[in-house]
C-alpha cells in the first residue's frame, strides 16, 4: 500500500455515558475538581438529552462520509487518504488517534478541526494536542492544519439552506419578519487582549450568510458562557431575546453558526433552556439543524482539505 495522507478529525467530545460526567469535567477543568452540584447539574442536562453526548459518533460517521469523499472509487489498497477521529477532552482522545496513524505511516498529516472559526483557545488548543502527542510518540511526516474555514462558501450555503428550510416551520404571514438570532460559543474576554480573530471570524460567518438569505432582522448573541467567574464575551442570547421581545418580536429563529453537530451546548442550552425563557415571554423559538454528518458538511470538508493540500500552508510542522 502507499503511504496514506492521514487526516485528523479533532473535536470537542463528551462523556460517553452518565457515570463519565464527572471525569469528563475534571479533562476539561484541567485536572480541577469541579463542585458537586456543577457535576449534578451538567449531568442533568446530559441526561434531559439522551444520557450521553452524540459528538463521538457524528464525529465518526463525518470521518466515514469525507474518507469515502476524498478516496472516490479507490479501491482501499490505492486509498490516498485515511480519515481519523481525536477528542480534545475525552476518548479517543487525540494522542491515542495520533498513535494510531502513526501505525500507519502516513506521508504527511492535516488537523481538521469541527469548528469553523479559529480561536487560540479552541483550534490553537487542538493543535497544542497535536504537537504535545508528536514530541512524545515521534513521527517523520511533515503536519500542517487547517486554523479556519469560516466563510468557505461551502459552510455559508449549507447554513443558509438549512435556515430556509427552518423558516418554514413558522406560520407563512409572520415568516418574511422573523428575526435570525446567530450565536457562537462565548469565550473569555481575555482573548481580545491578545486580538484573537475569533469574534471577528464568527461575525464574518454571519455577514456572509445574511447575504444569501437577506433576513429583516439579524442579531448576533454568544451563548453557553464558562463559570470561571471572569467576564466573557457578550452579548449574550439572555438579553438579546429580551431586546427582541422589546421590539415586538414575538417569533425567533436561532443559527448557531459557531457549531457545526449537536451536543449539549445546542440539545439543551438552545432547545431547553432558551426555548424555555421564549416561552416564558410568549415567544416561539426555533432552531435549525445543525450540519451534523450531512453531505453538505461532507461536500464542503472535502474542499477544505482540497484546497489546504493544494496551496502554501502557513503552520506546518517538519
Known amino acids: 500500500m ?26 476539561v477543568r484541567s485536572g480541577r475538581p469541579t463542585p458537586p452540584e456543577l457535576v449534578e447539574e451538567i449531568r442533568e442536562r446530559y441526561r434531559v438529552t439522551g444520557g450521553k453526548s452524540p459528538a463521538l459518533e457524528i464525529t465518526r460517521e463525518v470521518a466515514r462520509r469525507l474518507e469515502q469523499q476524498l478516496n472516490g472509487h479507490r479501491p482501499p ?23 494510531e496513524l502513526l501505525g500507519d505511516r502516513p506521508e504527511r498529516l492535516v488537523g481538521l478541526c469541527m469548528a469553523p472559526q479559529y480561536s487560540s483557545m479552541s483550534i490553537g488548543a487542538y493543535i497544542q494536542k497535536v504537537e504535545e502527542a508528536r514530541r512524545t510518540l515521534g513521527g517523520d511526516f511533515p503536519i500542517s492544519y487547517v486554523e479556519s474555514w469560516h466563510r468557505h462558501p461551502g459552510l455559508i450555503r449549507a447554513i443558509a439552506d438549512n435556515i430556509t428550510a427552518a423558516l418554514q416551520r413558522f406560520p407563512a404571514e ?16 481575555r482573548i481580545l487582549q491578545a486580538n484573537d480573530p475569533y469574534p471577528v471570524e464568527v461575525r464574518a460567518t454571519m455577514d456572509a450568510v445574511c447575504e444569501l438569505v437577506k433576513p429583516e432582522t439579524a442579531r448576533f448573541a454568544y451563548q453557553s458562557q464558562g463559570r470561571s467567574g471572569e467576564k466573557w464575551l457578550g452579548p449574550d442570547v439572555e438579553s438579546t431575546l429580551a431586546e427582541l421581545h422589546r421590539g ?71
Do not use: C
Open 174 to 189: 409572520v415568516r418574511p419578519r422573523v428575526p435570525i438570532l446567530f450565536t457562537a460559543h462565548s469565550l473569555p474576554e
Open 77 to 99: 489498497s490505492r486509498a490516498g487518504f485515511r480519515v481519523y477521529v481525536g477528542l480534545r477532552h475525552w476518548h479517543p482522545s487525540i494522542k491515542e488517534a495520533y498513535a
Open 248 to 318: 415586538g418580536h414575538r417569533h425567533v429563529l436561532i443559527a448557531p453558526i459557531g457549531f457545526i453537530s449537536d451536543h449539549v451546548e445546542i440539545l439543551y442550552d438552545v432547545d431547553v433552556e432558551f426555548k424555555r425563557l421564549a416561552e416564558s415571554k410568549g415567544m416561539r423559538l426555533e432552531r435549525i439543524s445543525m450540519l451534523n454528518a450531512t453531505m453538505p458538511l461532507i461536500d464542503t470538508l472535502a474542499s477544505v482539505l482540497e484546497e489546504h493540500l493544494a496551496s502554501p500552508v502557513r503552520h506546518v510542522s517538519p
Open 2 to 27: 502507499q503511504r496514506p495522507i492521514a487526516i485528523l478529525l479533532m473535536a470537542m467530545g463528551g462523556p460517553d455515558k452518565l457515570e463519565n460526567v464527572e471525569p469528563f469535567l475534571l479533562d
